[in-house]
């Protein structure tokens, strides 16, 4: 009988260790005392893209430290993201233990841009600070402030030909250019043509003093016209086959021209019309402002812009920065639903778009 006690009193000590060692394993939950406490001064923000502001401070962000109930190593991350979109895509800044981050007007302008706010109007960001200690311990996050910003337009003048012409009434300091990326004497635009007699001209500069290039030569083909220009002042004009919307190229060492006429579209997984890569979807052009437009409903995917339902002529975002490049990288649309995505080819070598 006494053997059976102490076997008994053996197992029972053996379970106590084992039902203790199980209580250590249990994860520590820490109660968080309180979140951080964000402040943005200001709140309401026109970026400025003068010589004499845009590497100024235009914006600080500061908060408070959170509290997990014991000194802990605390990183935090300033999240902002364009307003309705529930930081699903947010711009992120990792500053570890701070607790401020400012940025120059250049800087925020980048990230406003980046973060699909149109250039030129004002639109809404919303920014929070989370803070982390590891993965034993819960997230937390900061009151949510709303920011009012106008970014601006970031251009690069680069070496120009003007294009005066009937269809604007002759008059070289009010046309519109194409423009040199390269800086190699190849120029290259989009233009709208409504109509009137279709010719135009071009000159190096806003007025008829300098060089002006005329008709050489031409062969036509169908929206296309290929040629050569001549400096003389006697050339004749050049033309367009028809009304509609050109992009003009013009080799100023070659002596070479060409015309096409484009209508765009995108296309693409994103835009469900376009059936994953499929078809077109057209986008209408407003001679008023001048920018192609089209309203579609999509879900989350990629797409890009190409002219002539074809792949000769595309334009892609390799830098995510919302200026487009040739045979550029697809477009990324993160978030389903009707969206308002805008081609703005108006200013030669600095195409752009928006996504609203």
């Known amino acids: 009988m006494k053997n059976w006690v102490n076997r008994l009193f053996i197992i029972s000590i053996a379970s106590a260790i084992l039902v203790s060692c199980k209580k250590d ?188 290039y005329g008709w050489a030569s031409s062969t036509t083909n169908g929206n296309s016209v290929t040629g050569t220009i001549s400096t003389s002042g006697s050339a004749g004009n050049l033309f367009v086959p028809s009304a509609g919307y050109y992009r003009m190229k013009a080799n100023t060492g070659a002596l070479t021209w060409e015309v096409l006429k484009t209508t765009w579209a995108i296309i693409g997984s994103a835009p469900t019309a376009s059936n994953n890569w499929s078809n077109d979807v057209p986008m209408t052009y407003n001679a008023t402002t001048k920018l192609w437009t089209v309203t579609t409903n999509c879900v989350a995917g990629e797409f890009k812009f190409r002219a002539n339902s074809d792949w000769g002529i595309n334009f892609g975002d390799t830098n995510a920065d919302l200026t487009l490049e040739y045979d550029g990288a697809n477009i990324a649309v993160g978030i389903a639903g009707s969206r308002t995505i805008t081609l703005d080819l108006r200013v030669p070598g600095n195409y752009t778009y928006t996504i609203q």
């Open 25 to 212: 394993e249990t994860r520590t939950v820490v109660k968080v005392g309180a979140a951080s406490a964000l402040t943005v001064t200001p709140t309401t923000l026109v970026l400025d893209s003068s010589a004499a502001n845009r590497n100024n401070n235009a914006i600080t962000f500061s908060w408070t430290g959170a509290d997990f109930g014991y000194p802990a190593g605390v990183n935090y991350t300033l999240q902002i993201a364009k307003s309705g979109t529930n930081f699903a895509n947010p711009r992120e800044a990792s500053l570890n233990g701070g607790t401020q981050q400012k940025y120059s007007h250049a800087d925020f302008n980048q990230l406003a841009l980046l973060a699909g706010l149109p250039p030129g109007s004002t639109g809404q960001l919303q920014a929070r600070v989370r803070a982390a200690v590891n993965s034993k311990v819960d997230t937390t996050y900061s009151n949510v402030v709303l920011i009012s910003v106008k970014p601006y337009l970031v251009l690069i003048n680069y070496p120009s030909l003007w294009v005066p012409g009937d269809y604007q009434g002759w008059d070289p300091p009010t046309a519109p250019k194409i423009s040199s990326k390269n800086s190699n004497g190849i120029y290259e635009g989009y233009i709208n043509i409504p109509g009137g007699t279709l010719q135009f001209k071009f000159t190096s500069d806003p007025d008829w003093n300098h060089t002006n």
